[in-house]
């Protein structure tokens, strides 16, 4: 099973930007498809974004357009790009892994988790 781990969180202002990064290690994410949940404090995990190994894209009504999650496959990583980030964005990050792209967008159905990483946007 793969360890992913993030990177990149931190203490923004509204309207900055911030890029995540999440590497696994102890296995090759080949094939798998990767996303990012989050989750803020008092709140379930959510959804955010997803990719495939082909690089097709899904992402959560409420960073569409903001957010953008991006991969290198040759060095294991996926990245998410947020901009425009507002307070509402404040959240623990969290890196998933998962054979197929409709099974990253469920944590139900998440093979892999990451340790998750903090996103503080203040206003």
């Known amino acids: 099973q793969a360890q992913l781990v993030e990177s990149g969180g931190g203490l923004v202002q509204a309207g900055d930007s911030l890029r995540l990064s999440c590497t696994a290690s102890?296995?090759?994410?080949?094939?798998?498809?990767m996303g990012w949940f989050r989750q803020a404090p008092g709140k379930e995990r959510e959804f955010v974004a997803a990719i495939n190994w082909m690089g097709s894209t899904d992402y959560a009504e409420s960073v569409k357009g903001r957010f953008t999650i991006s991969r290198e496959n040759a060095k294991n990583t996926v990245y998410l790009q947020m901009n425009s980030l507002k307070s509402v964005d404040t959240a623990v990050y969290y890196c998933a892994a998962a054979p197929l792209l409709g099974l990253v967008r469920s944590p139900r159905t998440v093979r892999s988790w990451g340790q998750g990483t903090h996103v503080t946007v203040s206003s």
């Open positions: 102890g296995r090759t994410l080949s094939g798998y498809a």
